[in-house]
C-alpha cells in the first residue's frame, strides 16, 4: 500500500514564504510526475506545479517566479518552496503522484491527504 504523506502547511503573513514536503512511502517501484494541486474554499482544483523524475518542471502561470518545486528521488520527497505569499494563495495543498507498485506493470495515480495554507495578516 502506498501512502503520500505531506507536511509543512500553516499560516503565513503575506510576503512569507513556506516549505511543503510529500513523503511516499509503501511497496514503490518507482515514481513518475509528482505534483502540487490547490484548492481553495468555493473553487476548482488546480495544478500549482509539476516534475518529472528526470526534473522537468511546470508551473502555473500564477506562481511563475514565486514557487519552486524540487525533488529528492533517493527519499521518494518533492517539496515546494513558496515564497513572496499572497492572501491568493490560501487553499488546501494536496500532494500528486503517478507511482508504479512493486510488480506492477502500470503506474497508479496517488493522492495525500492535503495541508492547510492561509495566507493572511
Known amino acids: 500500500q502506498v501512502q503520500l504523506v505531506e507536511s509543512g502547511g500553516g499560516l503565513v503573513q503575506p510576503g512569507g514564504s513556506l516549505r511543503l514536503s510529500c513523503a511516499a512511502s509503501g511497496s514503490i517501484f518507482n515514481i513518475d510526475t509528482m505534483g502540487w494541486y490547490r484548492q481553495a474554499l468555493g473553487n476548482q482544483r488546480e495544478l500549482v506545479a509539476a516534475i518529472t523524475r528526470g526534473g522537468t518542471t511546470n508551473y502555473s502561470d500564477s506562481v511563475k517566479g514565486r514557487f519552486t518545486i524540487s525533488r529528492d528521488n533517493a527519499k521518494k520527497t518533492v517539496y515546494l518552496q513558496m515564497n513572496s505569499l499572497k492572501p491568493e494563495d490560501t487553499a488546501v495543498y494536496s500532494c500528486?503522484?503517478?507511482?508504479?507498485?512493486?510488480?506492477?506493470?502500470?503506474?497508479?495515480?496517488?493522492w495525500g491527504q492535503g495541508t492547510q495554507v492561509t495566507v493572511s495578516s
Open positions: 500528486n503522484a503517478d507511482i508504479r507498485n512493486l510488480g506492477a506493470p502500470y503506474t497508479t495515480n496517488y
